[in-house]
């Protein structure tokens, strides 16, 4: 699946990835290859790009807010902020 994550100050992320962990509204979901198109509104909360299964590779960042589309195998989340948290 490509993802791309944006703030308005900068791209987070652009790339291939296994999956995405966010926050939604009304609570944590998953998006993975295949997944049906949707939007969602993201609330506060960790957002964890999952890079590789295999190797457990993964990025995790202390978001406050934004939106989420996926369709086609590409999603794309846009961020009122994100900031990297240490120690996953």
Do not use: C, W
């Amino acid at each position: 699946m490509i993802l791309e994550v944006l703030t308005p100050e900068r791209k987070i992320y652009s790339g291939e990835v296994y999956g995405i962990q966010l926050p939604g509204v009304e609570g944590l979901f998953e998006i993975l290859e295949n997944h049906a198109p949707m939007v969602a509104a993201l609330g506060e909360g960790k957002m964890k790009i999952i890079i590789d299964k295999n190797s457990n590779n993964s990025e995790v960042y202390h978001i406050n807010g934004g939106f989420v589309e996926t369709s086609n195998n590409k999603t794309s989340v846009v961020l009122e902020s994100a900031e990297p948290v240490e120690g996953k």
